[in-house]
């Protein structure tokens, strides 16, 4: 009953709009003085959060992918794409998938890669003929590579929440973030033949393809340098993250499309969304204590062991609870409120919770192009300045590519846990 009254007090005031992060922190402290319990441990919980060198990979891959944003990589990154698949049919759509996912492998952020890559692909494929609504539901699904495909922001904080491996969680994000990539570019190349709706483009000759590629690898070097050091053993995600915001500002500059004033926009936007964020973990961080306190999650977890024995059915609950409250909660709040209820039981449901972190995230990349509160459909919206219904029609068969890619990663558990435990 106490988990009810809990969940409901927390569900009012987020259909109250109260901010994710005062309310669950508000709601923490309520909780911990009714219990009652001195408040110094409200304190004392947001310093521990914040006191920890793992996060400090969350604001130096914010701020490399908003240096390479304003730097402009991303026009590299598809220039290079195309000039080697542009001329397939539907190869524009093939160049922007896999420009959002080389993007992904430097930002970490689904936001970040969609409005990077958006900004190009949109008039690009619009011109040539693509349907609009195609266009923008592609690009806003394309984005959502960016929290999976590694390094990854959300594995990130996962790893910290429950304690795993994040290199692990790096490693099993790679198979299942291919996959998906490789069913988008199926997709769009099977929708480009059959409906006809493009302008085929003529194939790029040698010399193009090696000054639009040579524009490219520096980017391309840097998504390698950061992957390979942190698989290697040679540095830590944080460490990495910085060698990688130095190595981004070095190339930006370099080819002369950074400078002063860019630097302060991109680090004035990497600090409002890291506030936000470290906001959300703060307050997050002691709604977990006091729910902890209350022993809410070991009682949700007996419910759900003693209620459901099945590994199966308690995913697929999972599943439709994550998909439900994906249509209130943006990618963040949603791992940060759910994970620390669910998380205890999975042990006694034997599930690797490796496996279970890519799980989640594959559904909440789903919830960033659903609406209402899809973030990806947002973003697409703004720079596409389109409808939002516009955006939400073109993304919707993707939003199914990823269910059936959760589904798969059900019942075929190696395409995620194959590399982390066989390297």
Not at 22 to 39: D, K, N, R, T
Not at 195 to 205: F, H, L
Request: aromatic share 12%.
């Amino acid at each position: 009953m106490t988990a009810f009254f809990v969940l409901a007090a927390l569900l009012l005031l987020l259909v109250l709009r109260v901010p994710v992060a005062f309310a669950l922190g508000s709601l923490g402290v309520f909780l911990l003085w009714y219990f009652p319990l001195p408040l110094n441990a409200v304190p004392q919980r947001l310093y521990g959060t914040m006191d920890s060198f793992e996060l400090l990979a969350v604001p130096m891959f914010l701020l490399m992918s908003n240096v390479l944003l304003k730097g402009g990589v991303g026009k590299d990154l598809f220039a290079a794409v195309q000039s080697w698949v542009g001329h397939w049919p539907g190869g524009l759509g093939v160049a922007t998938i896999l420009s959002c996912g080389l993007f992904s492998a430097v930002s970490g952020s689904s936001v970040a890669t969609a409005a990077t890559i958006a900004t190009v692909a949109i008039p690009e494929m619009t011109s040539r003929g693509y349907d609009r609504p195609f266009v923008l539901g592609m690009l806003a699904a394309g984005g959502t590579l960016g929290i999976l495909i590694p390094p990854s922001i959300p594995l990130i904080l996962y790893g910290i929440v429950t304690e795993s491996s994040i290199p692990k969680l790096f490693l099993a994000g790679i198979g299942p973030g291919l996959f998906l990539a490789s069913v988008f570019i199926t997709y769009g190349m099977l929708y480009a033949r059959f409906s006809g709706k493009y302008q085929p483009i003529e194939k790029a000759s040698w010399s193009e393809r090696k000054r639009a590629t040579l524009m490219a690898l520096p980017t391309m070097l840097l998504a390698g340098s950061l992957i390979g050091s942190i698989y290697l053993g040679i540095a830590t995600p944080s460490e990495s993250a910085g060698v990688g915001f130095v190595l981004a500002l070095v190339i930006t500059f370099a080819l002369g499309r950074m400078n002063w004033e860019k630097m302060k926009e991109a680090t004035y936007k990497s600090m409002k969304t890291t506030t936000m964020v470290f906001l959300i973990i703060a307050g997050a961080k002691v709604f977990s204590y006091a729910i902890t306190l209350y022993r809410l999650p070991q009682d949700i977890s007996t419910l759900l062991t003693t209620n459901i024995s099945d590994p199966t059915i308690f995913i697929l609950a999972v599943g439709l609870v994550l998909l439900i409250v994906g249509f209130f909660l943006e990618s963040l709040s949603m791992l940060l409120i759910m994970v620390p209820v669910l998380f205890p039981a999975l042990s006694g449901m034997a599930i690797d919770p490796i496996w279970f972190g890519i799980f989640f995230v594959v559904l909440i990349e789903t919830a960033l192009i659903t609406p209402p509160v899809g973030m990806n459909l947002f973003i697409i919206q703004a720079v596409g300045r389109a409808k939002l219904s516009e955006v939400a029609k073109g993304a919707w068969p993707f939003a199914l590519m990823m269910l059936a890619t959760a589904v798969l990663l059900y019942y075929w558990q190696g395409l995620a846990l194959y590399i982390p435990y066989n390297t």
